[in-house]
């Protein structure tokens, strides 16, 4: 029987259309890995896994393994974008505020 964990992370792959081994490609980890995380009860991920399958997801980790909270919401999505803004390559995030401001203006 699958942990919480594995369900969802199976919901929020299926959900974002990708299959389990295009997660697994994503995270830096194997297809056999991932089924296991997806059906196995005992799957412990390292943090560092945890956090690469997250970001794929575009949830945070600790929703991941928060047990009462069934489907991410606004404030989850915001921190794992958050997230990935501050591991952004400079120029990038250059590039994040050029639209931010382009859009401020439409307003």
Known sequence: MPSQL????NELRRARGLTLE??????G??????WEIEN?????PSAEKLEKIATTLGVT???LIDATQAQPNQNVEDAAFFQRFQRADPAVK???RRIFDALDDED
């Not at 594995?6 to 992370?9: L, V």
């Not at 980890?29 to 991932?34: L, Q």
């Open 40 to 44: 196995k009860d005992v799957a412990r």
């Open 22 to 27: 295009q997660l697994a490609q994503a995270s």
């Open 61 to 63: 980790a600790a929703f």
């Open 94 to 96: 250059n590039r994040l």
């Open 6 to 9: 594995g369900i969802k992370i």
């Open 29 to 34: 980890s194997s297809k056999s890995y991932m």
